[in-house]
Protein backbone atom coordinates (compact mmCIF):
# COMPACT_ATOMS: atom_id res chain seq x y z
CA UNK A 1 0.00 0.00 0.00
CA UNK A 2 1.72 3.37 -0.93
CA UNK A 3 -0.14 7.05 0.09
CA UNK A 4 -0.01 9.58 -2.42
CA UNK A 5 0.51 13.32 -0.85
CA UNK A 6 -1.65 15.50 -3.61
CA UNK A 7 -0.97 19.29 -3.78
CA UNK A 8 -2.83 22.49 -5.11
CA UNK A 9 -6.42 21.56 -5.20
CA UNK A 10 -8.97 23.63 -6.03
CA UNK A 11 -10.53 24.45 -2.81
CA UNK A 12 -14.47 23.87 -4.42
CA UNK A 13 -12.66 20.33 -5.25
CA UNK A 14 -15.11 17.24 -3.23
CA UNK A 15 -13.84 14.18 -2.25
CA UNK A 16 -16.02 12.22 -4.76
CA UNK A 17 -15.00 14.30 -7.13
CA UNK A 18 -10.94 13.35 -6.11
CA UNK A 19 -11.93 9.49 -6.16
CA UNK A 20 -13.49 9.49 -9.21
CA UNK A 21 -10.43 11.37 -10.54
CA UNK A 22 -7.81 8.75 -9.23
CA UNK A 23 -10.41 5.51 -9.45
CA UNK A 24 -9.22 6.00 -13.11
CA UNK A 25 -5.98 4.73 -12.69
CA UNK A 26 -6.91 1.43 -10.17
CA UNK A 27 -8.79 1.26 -6.42
CA UNK A 28 -8.56 3.88 -3.91
CA UNK A 29 -8.20 2.45 -0.68
CA UNK A 30 -8.43 5.14 1.36
CA UNK A 31 -8.49 9.08 1.03
CA UNK A 32 -7.80 12.21 3.45
CA UNK A 33 -9.21 15.38 2.01
CA UNK A 34 -8.66 17.94 4.89
CA UNK A 35 -11.47 20.53 5.19
CA UNK A 36 -11.68 23.93 6.63
CA UNK A 37 -14.37 23.95 9.80
CA UNK A 38 -15.57 27.48 9.06
CA UNK A 39 -15.95 27.37 4.95
CA UNK A 40 -16.28 23.83 4.40
CA UNK A 41 -13.79 24.34 1.64
CA UNK A 42 -10.63 22.06 0.86
CA UNK A 43 -7.37 23.17 2.26
CA UNK A 44 -5.84 22.37 -1.33
CA UNK A 45 -4.03 18.77 -0.09
CA UNK A 46 -5.38 15.30 0.23
CA UNK A 47 -3.65 11.94 0.97
CA UNK A 48 -4.90 8.81 -1.05
CA UNK A 49 -3.90 5.33 -0.23
CA UNK A 50 -3.57 2.93 -3.15
CA UNK A 51 -2.02 -0.30 -3.95
CA UNK A 52 1.90 0.27 -5.11
CA UNK A 53 1.67 -0.48 -9.07
CA UNK A 54 -1.62 1.78 -8.94
CA UNK A 55 0.17 4.19 -7.06
CA UNK A 56 2.78 4.92 -9.20
CA UNK A 57 0.71 4.80 -12.65
CA UNK A 58 -1.64 7.51 -10.79
CA UNK A 59 1.30 9.93 -9.94
CA UNK A 60 2.69 9.04 -13.79
CA UNK A 61 -0.94 9.83 -14.99
CA UNK A 62 -2.26 12.01 -13.21
CA UNK A 63 1.44 14.62 -11.99
CA UNK A 64 0.76 18.02 -13.54
CA UNK A 65 -2.84 17.45 -14.69
CA UNK A 66 -5.48 19.76 -14.38
CA UNK A 67 -8.09 19.26 -12.17
CA UNK A 68 -10.89 21.93 -11.69
CA UNK A 69 -8.69 24.30 -13.14
CA UNK A 70 -5.38 23.81 -11.67
CA UNK A 71 -2.38 22.00 -12.17
CA UNK A 72 -2.31 19.26 -9.23
CA UNK A 73 1.36 17.76 -7.47
CA UNK A 74 0.80 14.37 -7.13
CA UNK A 75 4.27 12.88 -5.03
CA UNK A 76 4.96 9.42 -3.37
CA UNK A 77 4.41 10.21 0.55
CA UNK A 78 7.37 10.43 2.59
CA UNK A 79 7.42 9.25 5.95
CA UNK A 80 8.74 12.74 8.31
CA UNK A 81 12.05 11.19 9.95
CA UNK A 82 13.86 12.29 12.83
CA UNK A 83 15.26 16.08 11.79
CA UNK A 84 19.09 16.30 11.93
CA UNK A 85 20.79 18.86 13.50
CA UNK A 86 18.51 21.79 15.10
CA UNK A 87 18.68 23.53 18.31
CA UNK A 88 21.76 23.20 20.58
Known sequence: MKTLFVRNIH??????????LFSRHGTVRGMK???DIFTRRCRGVAMIDMEGHEA????????????????IQVREERPRGKKRGGRR
Open 11 to 20: PETREKDLRE
Open 33 to 35: LPM
Open 56 to 71: RAAQAGLDGAVFNGQA
